[in-house]
């Protein structure tokens, strides 16, 4: 409903019953985002202009908007509430004690440790986690194959395909990733490092 929200940043609630909250007058109207630490830090002083990447969230009992400091970290917190188990809270935790690269190279690697090594996040989930987006993104990638292969000299390489799985996940298209694909074959220093190429790749992609 909405993709993001420019406006007032009349205060910054840190800690409340309800969580982390960020309130911000757009055109008169004060709007009630759930945010993490991070994104708190992020954004200006109160009475600065401010910006946030918004979802929102639509339950039986409550309508929860969230908010984010990149469309990046939006798109994952929507990836992370794919998994059963996860809630709002648990995933703006995760994106707020996880940089984005760190959570996907984490998935990728099958890394349980680093992803329960943030609060409330528990071994059992931590493989859930990477179970059911590891196996999301390679389904994700096998049904664009079916009709639109991506084709890049660098295709045959694991770390590659890995990359190109993952921002598949986030939504980009075909041609951004070809491209971005392409510029990191010449900026990476390891090709075989998945990390490294998505560094670079999402930084051309954000650019």
């Not at 630490?37 to 946030?52: C, D, F, M, R």
């Not at 190279?105 to 890394?111: F, G, L, R």
């Not at 390679?138 to 993952?166: C, F, M, P």
Request: with cysteine; aromatic share 6%; net charge negative.
């Amino acid at each position: 409903m909405y993709s993001f929200l420019k406006g007032t940043i009349i205060s910054k609630q840190f800690s409340t019953p309800f969580g982390t909250h960020l309130i911000l007058e757009v055109n008169g109207i004060g709007f009630n985002v759930m945010v993490n630490t991070k994104t708190l830090n992020s954004l200006p002083k109160e009475g600065s202009q401010g910006i946030v990447y918004t979802q929102l969230i639509h339950r039986e009992d409550a309508m929860i908007l969230c908010g984010f400091i990149s469309s990046q970290e939006r798109d994952l917190f929507n990836i992370l509430l794919s998994v059963s188990g996860i809630g709002v809270k648990v995933a703006l935790k995760l994106i707020g004690d996880l940089e984005p690269i760190e959570l996907i190279s984490a998935v990728i690697k099958q890394d349980h440790k680093k992803i329960a090594s943030t609060k409330g996040i528990g071994p059992k989930i931590a493989q859930r986690i990477v179970l059911e987006l590891k196996e999301k993104m390679v389904n994700w990638r096998s049904e664009l194959e079916k009709g639109h292969e991506i084709k890049t000299e660098t295709q045959q390489l694991d770390s590659y395909i890995e990359a190109e799985s993952v921002l598949l996940s986030l939504g980009y298209s075909i041609e951004e990733i070809k491209e971005a694909l392409q510029v990191s074959s010449e900026k990476v220093k390891d090709s075989s490092d998945t990390e490294e190429i998505l560094q670079h790749a999402l930084k051309w992609l954000s650019s």
